[in-house]
């Protein structure tokens, strides 16, 4: 039970591999913002995680907020 709760499905690995950057950067003194963002796809709606920097995007591709137009971030 541990092993498979502690093994996200591939498509929930966004959100710790963020959280990490995220911590990583601010223990170093750099400032960030975790962005959690929703799309509508053809297999339904899709959640999705990213880090930016002012307006960059740090750990996904550059056009990654137009596919995830409702956003929230920190």
Known sequence: IDHV???PPESFKCLPLTILLWWLLRWSGRRSEVVIAMGKH??????HAWLESGD????DRPDVSSLYPVRWSS
Do not use: C, E, P, W
């Open 56 to 59: 960059a995007i740090l750990n």
């Open 42 to 47: 053809a297999d339904g709606f899709v959640f």
């Open 5 to 7: 709760a502690n093994t």
